[in-house]
């Protein structure tokens, strides 16, 4: 079968800083693919490199064996359709009037439309549920409403392959699921390669045959919707446990997140000290407030992301100047704090000659018999000489300091309210 799409050792950004990095990617024409991740993965930035709206810095994005730099935008009009997740139109063109501009790469040398172009936009029109309202001016329409005129301009230039960034985000029941098997018709009867990036797994799971997840502007899996969405890739991807059950008739795959295991008032008159740094205990500190715990944090320098999250969230904090090695005027105030906690968490952050006196504060709590919970994964950011992180870290295990993976196994660890 004939590649659709292919990226070749694609990075691609903004500015300095990039969204993807090294991606491998073939797609086959007439495959339906569910691309997930979670906000900032990069999903909507491969639409815009497929699309050819922006350009890699490094690698190849070819489309149909076609270098997509090198194609005119009506080339890439008669190729690829997008449907984004909304769309301004400052002018009050009216509903058949926006479908039509779907024609526009297609139409001959002077602009005129055939029958066959009519043809194109009624049949849009009527299949997404907008040949009702086509003399409505777009910018009066509701959210659904110009939604859905929008899948019928990408509908109207019959493309060989459609990319859709969410794009049933704003629907009700009935019109995302008219859409999504409007889609899959398309597919199935005109070969159309669809590409859609969706929040809602079971949806995707349901209308495609492949998946890929993206991370950190990484592909991190890529297969069939069983094999793809299992309980511990969302976990790491998600930061959220899930319960993924298939039913073992239909195979229909079932993704609900686990029940609460926390109240807003979980913590309620408890106090917890965490030590981070670089924005590493941030997810740490935003779940515990959301379940009522007091908080305070350090050392942390001046500055830094977690300083500036503590900062927003109220909690007390031992700080330090930008760059420097803790002092001891920061690490007694980090005692101050630590004195007056229920609780002491090691978020996961890497330990170097700087920082390493916070291990101090880990090993005084577990004395006085201030219970203390490690973060996994020490092994990997540990870039003290002689590993000394590593080794402390399990003495403080071997001393009684509990293990967690995430937020969730966190909170389901640390002292409740009675």
């Given at each position: 079968?004939?590649l659709a799409?292919?990226?070749?050792?694609?990075?691609?950004?903004?500015?300095?800083?990039?969204?993807?990095?090294?991606?491998?990617?073939?797609?086959?024409?007439?495959e339906?693919?569910?691309?997930?991740?979670?906000n900032?993965?990069?999903?909507?930035t491969?639409?815009?490199?497929?699309?050819?709206?922006?350009?890699?810095?490094?690698?190849?994005?070819?489309v149909?064996?076609?270098?997509?730099?090198?194609?005119?935008?009506a080339?890439r009009?008669?190729?690829?359709?997008?449907?984004p997740?909304?769309?301004?139109?400052?002018?009050a063109f009216?509903?058949?009037?926006?479908?039509a501009?779907?024609?526009?790469?297609?139409?001959?040398?002077?602009?005129?439309?055939?029958?066959?172009?009519r043809?194109?936009?009624?049949?849009?029109m009527?299949?997404?549920?907008?040949?009702d309202?086509?003399?409505?001016p777009f910018?009066?329409?509701?959210?659904?409403?110009k939604?859905?005129?929008i899948?019928?301009?990408?509908l109207a230039?019959?493309p060989?392959?459609l990319?859709?960034?969410e794009?049933?985000?704003?629907?009700?029941?009935?019109?995302?699921?008219?859409?999504?098997?409007?889609?899959?018709r398309?597919?199935?009867e005109?070969?159309?390669?669809?590409?859609?990036?969706?929040?809602?797994l079971?949806?995707?799971?349901?209308?495609s045959?492949?998946l890929?997840v993206?991370?950190?502007g990484r592909?991190?899996?890529d297969?069939?919707?069983?094999d793809v969405?299992?309980?511990?890739?969302?976990?790491r991807?998600?930061?959220?446990?899930?319960?993924?059950?298939?039913?073992p008739?239909?195979?229909?795959?079932?993704?609900?997140?686990r029940?609460?295991?926390?109240?807003p008032?979980?913590g309620q008159?408890?106090?917890?000290?965490?030590?981070?740094?670089?924005?590493?205990?941030?997810?740490?500190?935003?779940?515990?407030?959301?379940?009522?715990?007091?908080l305070?944090t350090?050392?942390?320098n001046r500055g830094?992301?977690?300083?500036?999250?503590a900062?927003a969230?109220g909690?007390?904090?031992?700080?330090?100047?930008?760059?420097?090695?803790?002092?001891?005027?920061?690490?007694e105030e980090?005692?101050?704090?630590?004195?007056?906690a229920?609780?002491?968490?090691?978020?996961?952050?890497p330990f170097?000659?700087?920082n390493?006196?916070?291990?101090?504060?880990?090993?005084?709590?577990l004395?006085?018999g201030?219970p203390?919970?490690v973060?996994?994964?020490i092994?990997?950011?540990?870039?003290?000489?002689?590993r000394?992180?590593v080794?402390?870290?399990?003495?403080l295990?071997?001393?009684?300091?509990?293990?967690?993976?995430?937020a969730?196994?966190?909170?389901?660890?640390?002292?409740?309210?009675p």
């Amino acid at each position: 079968m004939n590649l659709a799409l292919e990226l070749e050792g694609v990075s691609a950004g903004y500015r300095n800083r990039l969204v993807l990095q090294d991606l491998q990617l073939r797609v086959s024409e007439g495959e339906r693919i569910g691309i997930l991740g979670p906000n900032g993965a990069g999903k909507s930035t491969l639409f815009k490199l497929l699309s050819g709206l922006l350009r890699p810095v490094r690698g190849h994005v070819k489309v149909f064996g076609h270098s997509v730099a090198g194609m005119t935008p009506a080339e890439r009009a008669r190729h690829i359709a997008v449907v984004p997740q909304e769309m301004d139109i400052p002018v009050a063109f009216t509903v058949e009037e926006i479908v039509a501009m779907g024609r526009t790469a297609s139409l001959g040398r002077w602009g005129q439309s055939g029958t066959h172009d009519r043809q194109a936009v009624e049949r849009a029109m009527v299949y997404t549920d907008v040949a009702d309202i086509r003399d409505r001016p777009f910018n009066e329409l509701s959210g659904g409403e110009k939604q859905r005129s929008i899948v019928a301009l990408a509908l109207a230039q019959e493309p060989r392959i459609l990319l859709m960034d969410e794009a049933t985000s704003h629907l009700d029941i009935n019109h995302r699921l008219e859409i999504m098997q409007l889609v899959e018709r398309l597919n199935a009867e005109a070969g159309v390669t669809v590409l859609i990036i969706s929040h809602d797994l079971q949806l995707a799971a349901e209308f495609s045959g492949r998946l890929l997840v993206l991370d950190q502007g990484r592909l991190v899996a890529d297969g069939p919707p069983a094999d793809v969405l299992t309980e511990d890739l969302l976990r790491r991807v998600y930061h959220c446990d899930v319960r993924v059950r298939q039913d073992p008739v239909s195979g229909a795959l079932s993704i609900l997140p686990r029940p609460r295991i926390a109240s807003p008032r979980a913590g309620q008159g408890l106090r917890v000290h965490i030590i981070g740094g670089g924005g590493c205990g941030e997810e740490v500190m935003r779940r515990l407030a959301l379940c009522g715990y007091s908080l305070s944090t350090g050392v942390v320098n001046r500055g830094d992301k977690d300083a500036e999250v503590a900062s927003a969230l109220g909690a007390d904090m031992a700080l330090e100047k930008p760059f420097s090695y803790l002092s001891r005027e920061a690490l007694e105030e980090a005692r101050k704090w630590v004195g007056r906690a229920q609780a002491v968490v090691l978020a996961p952050v890497p330990f170097g000659p700087g920082n390493l006196a916070n291990m101090d504060l880990l090993d005084e709590s577990l004395n006085a018999g201030i219970p203390v919970f490690v973060v996994e994964g020490i092994e990997s950011r540990d870039f003290t000489p002689g590993r000394e992180a590593v080794a402390r870290f399990h003495s403080l295990v071997q001393r009684g300091a509990k293990l967690w993976r995430d937020a969730d196994e966190l909170l389901t660890l640390l002292p409740k309210s009675p």
